[in-house]
């Protein structure tokens, strides 16, 4: 039974780009919305269009996405011809290889899970074919578990998942005290699990976050034996290998945030809304102890919470 055809494109684009697509959609008479996290969103006849602030990139979904890419996209806005041709514009794509990448480093509640997949040409297309996309451009997590299944379903596809709970993470930070070197580490423990499924693989991919020292230090016995060839690289979730990490390890982080919200009796924020105040509500009725289990401790947020002086030249991410 042949795969069905896609029915989701997504694409980087200028600034320029971004502007110049608006201008198209207003002037063809694109109903506008609201869409969290987009520079705009647009739909027509069953085709709907989303130009997402980070990058910015481009994500066209429904049942003229084809039409709408090669005769307005292309033509009028990237001013080439693409859809169709992955395995001439990006080649290496289709070569054996994983893709490795990371849900939760900028959650401030929650687990960092990092995962890895193998494809090679075969499982790229079939991917590609079921609208595998990075998961930072799907907003629906039942679209996450869907896709999420259906990367397990390919025959060939196989991934490993490591998921450190915040107990877990706030240990392992403390004996880092580096957040890029210890992502270096969980990578390579990725790399391992999945050279035991895949002993030939040559290189693995992922998204640009540390110098290439720090990878190479980081690597496990088998990669090393392997000589296995490490690639990062800006937009690394461009690649089809690292898309379906990416989706795998939103999957994870998604169903531990809302296991525990649960388990909790309270609702758990991502990403930066509310945090604070859920932060503090928690240590009000939990006491200061019980942060650690459910936070990542070396972030602002939580020396701010605690009302503890933040240490100079320490590694935080700004949240809530």
Not at 136 to 156: C, F, N, W, Y
Not at 166 to 173: H, I, K, S, T, V
Not at 234 to 261: C, H, P, Y
Request: charged fraction near 30%.
């Amino acid at each position: 039974m042949p795969a069905p055809k896609p029915n989701s494109y997504t694409r980087a684009l200028t600034h320029e780009q971004a502007e110049r697509l608006r201008v198209l959609l207003v002037e063809r008479a694109w109903a506008f919305e609201k869409k969290e996290y987009t520079l705009y969103a647009a739909r027509k006849d069953k085709t709907t269009v989303a130009v997402y602030e980070k990058g910015p990139k481009v994500l066209v979904q429904g049942k003229g996405m084809e039409d709408f890419v090669s005769f307005l996209l292309e033509p009028e806005v990237l001013g080439s011809a693409e859809l169709g041709y992955d395995e001439v514009l990006q080649p290496e794509m289709f070569t054996p290889h994983f893709g490795i990448d990371e849900s939760g480093k900028g959650d401030f509640f929650g687990p960092l899970v990092i995962a890895g997949v193998y494809t090679d040409r075969d499982i790229a297309r079939r991917l590609i074919d079921a609208g595998v996309q990075d998961s930072k451009a799907i907003s629906s997590d039942t679209r996450i578990r869907a896709l999420a299944e259906e990367i397990r379903s390919v025959p060939g596809a196989e991934y490993a998942i490591i998921s450190w709970g915040p107990d877990r993470y706030n240990e392992l930070y403390a004996k880092f005290k580096n957040l890029n070197r210890m992502l270096a580490w969980g990578h390579s423990q990725v790399i391992e699990g999945l050279l035991e499924k895949q002993p030939d693989c040559p290189r693995a991919l992922s998204d640009q976050f540390a110098r290439e020292e720090v990878l190479q230090k980081a690597l496990g016995k088998r990669a090393r034996a392997a000589g296995m060839e490490l690639q990062q690289r800006t937009k690394g979730e461009s690649d089809v290998a690292v898309a379906a990490a990416s989706i795998l390890a939103r999957e994870r982080f998604i169903n531990w945030m809302q296991e525990a919200s649960k388990r909790l009796g309270v609702s758990l924020p991502r990403g930066a809304g509310l945090v604070k105040t859920t932060a503090r509500d928690l240590v009000a009725q939990r006491g200061t102890d019980f942060l650690p289990k459910v936070a990542k401790m070396h972030f602002r947020t939580a020396y701010e919470v605690l009302g503890l002086p933040v240490p100079e030249k320490r590694e935080w991410r700004r949240e809530g």
